[in-house]
Every structure is written in C-alpha cells, then in structure tokens.
C-alpha cells in the first residue's frame, strides 16, 4: 500500500492507495527487524554524557529526516508479504515531533507490523497516544535525572499503563543517580522493568556497592557490564535482524559500518543472510541481543526489542 503521510493530519485523515505490486506475494515470506536510524540527532535535552544534548537542527534538516521516514513508513506498508518488528534507535529525541508521534502510531495499526518501538526521553506530549495500537505500540523510555523532573516521568509512565502501553524504563549507571534510581524504583510499580545501563567506562570507578545497588534495582545489570566476545560468533545481525539508515542503506547492526545493501533495492532479500560476527567483541544490548551463544531470547522473549524481559512481560 502507498499512504499519504500528512503530520499535520490526524492519523485517521491518511489516505490509503494499494500499490499494485504490493498485491503479488513475495516467494519467501519473512520475519525481519529492522533497526532505523535516521538523520535526526537533535534533542531537547543536555545530557552532559551525551554528544547529541541540546543539539539543534534546521527546518530543513529536519525535514530530510521526515521525508526519510515517510518513505520508510511507506515501503513497510508497501511490503506486506514480510512481517516487520520495527525498533527506532535516533542518536537525538525523535518523539517530541508530531510526524514520529503519528508514523508510529499509524505503523502500530498495519497488518505487517508485529511491533514497533522507540528509544526515548519521554518528554513529549503523549495526546497522540491513544491512535495507537496498543498491542503493538513499545516504547523503551529513559529517565535523565539531570533533566527529567521525576513527577513528570512517572506521570508519563502511568499515561502510558492508562493507555495499555507496554514499556521498560531505566537509567544511565552512574552512581551519582544513585538516590533518583532508588525513588524512581519506589515510586515505578513493581510491574515496570527498570534497567539500569552500564556504563562501560566508568565501571573501574564504581564500587562494589555500587555495583552491588545497580544489581538489586536491576538483575540484568551484570549482563549489560561485558563486552562479550563475537568475532566469527554466529549473530541475527545481517540475517533477520538489520539496522537501516535515511537513505534506506541497510547494515547488518549499527556497530558494523560497512553496507550490505539499500531496502529500497526491489531485491533487497537478497543481502540478507547468516554471517559471523566481524567485531571482537560486542557489549551493546541492541547489539548482543542477537547473539546466538548467549540465548538472550530465552531472556528477552518478544520483549527483547523494548528491552522487557519476560519476567516483567
Ligand atoms: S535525552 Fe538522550 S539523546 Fe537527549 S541528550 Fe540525553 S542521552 Fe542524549
Ligand atoms: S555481535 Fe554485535 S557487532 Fe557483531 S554482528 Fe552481532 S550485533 Fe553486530
């Protein structure tokens, strides 16, 4: 199906034109996730840990990275003999502008589409919320302590359980956020997983209590703290896991810059197949995941692309 994506529109204003091709069956039907990262890489926020804080973009840029989306949205309709797990990975906050708010909505609503979700700050507006499908609609949302007012964030998170949104909720690990972690777990319900995300760096400046706190908010946090070796591991990567940028250039995983071919490419089927790993090591849970020695699916479950374990699901 082709769509007409108008941001300013409501989502039920969008048009829908079968596209002719999309009616002929693709021989081999698949199962595919698909990493996107656009052009976006501005963000509302300062976050001194950051390269991307309160980064700007022009109108003009930003509308680059609309347009990339659009036509990405597009192509996901246009395929509908593939079914599709969609996690958004922008370097900025995507969410705060109303064409992501209303192109995930509208994809959490196509046939195709067994999950979609996004990285984000959550410091949007959530009144677009409620167009989404609930079913399919994630979000792996992360509280700033230095930006985030802590109300806020749980006012956002129970929007988000009014509106049966499933996400996972965490925090950078440092130790200074050692006492938001603790009020943010009091105040989080017992239901909502909390992550705490290691800070590879600074783990040699941690102490054992404090690794021993990020442990007891988090039990997959000594998980997160490795760089677990792949060099010649098989990996989902490049297989049925890809990451896509703007421009529709397809690679294998967002650590391994070398391209393996363009979606927009009518064949691009074709670059999809199993391959080891070509870095030493691997210690990103967008990465890893997909890592087949270490089974996180059995962790993870249909949860692993919002990072929800199935404990928490
Ligand atoms: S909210 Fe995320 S993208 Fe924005 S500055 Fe903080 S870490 Fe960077
Ligand atoms: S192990 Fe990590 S770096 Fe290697 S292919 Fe998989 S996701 Fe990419």
Excluded at 172 to 192: D, H, M, N, W
Aim: one cysteine or more.
């Amino acid at each position: 199906m082709n769509f007409e994506l108008n941001p300013h529109s409501p989502i039920t204003h969008l048009s829908f034109i079968p596209h002719p091709l999309s009616l002929i069956p693709h021989p081999f039907p698949m199962s595919l996730t698909i990493l996107y990262r656009g052009s976006l890489v501005s963000c509302n926020y300062g976050c001194e840990y950051c390269p991307f804080a309160k980064r700007q973009q022009t109108t003009a840029e930003l509308g680059v990275d609309r347009q990339s989306l659009e036509k990405f949205a597009n192509w996901i309709a246009d395929h509908p003999q593939h079914e599709f797990s969609i996690l958004f990975t922008p370097w900025g906050e995507a969410l705060i502008h109303s064409w992501y708010q209303q192109t995930l909505a509208w994809l959490s609503h196509l046939p195709n589409v067994r999950k979609v979700a996004i990285q984000t700050n959550l410091s949007c507006s959530l009144d677009w919320i409620e167009q989404a499908n609930p079913d399919r609609l994630t979000l792996w949302t992360t509280f700033h302590p230095e930006w985030s007012k802590l109300d806020q964030f749980l006012e956002k998170c129970n929007d988000l359980q009014q509106y049966g949104i499933h996400f996972s909720a965490g925090v950078v690990g440092f130790s200074r956020f050692r006492e938001a972690i603790t009020t943010l777990r009091q105040r989080l319900p017992k239901t909502i997983y909390l992550w705490i995300n290691a800070v590879k760096a600074e783990l040699p400046q941690l102490t054992a209590d404090d690794r021993a706190f990020f442990q007891s908010i988090d039990p997959l946090y000594e998980l997160n703290t490795h760089h677990y070796p792949s060099l010649g591991k098989a990996c989902r990567a490049g297989a049925s896991v890809i990451s896509v940028d703007g421009d529709g250039t397809m690679r294998r995983c967002h650590f391994i810059k070398d391209a393996i071919g363009n979606l927009y490419d009518p064949a691009f089927e074709t670059a999809l197949m199993e391959r080891s790993c070509t870095n030493k090591t691997c210690h990103c849970h967008i990465g890893y995941v997909h890592l087949d020695y270490l089974e996180l699916n059995k962790v993870f479950g249909a949860g692993i692309l919002e990072r929800v374990p199935i404990a928490y699901q």
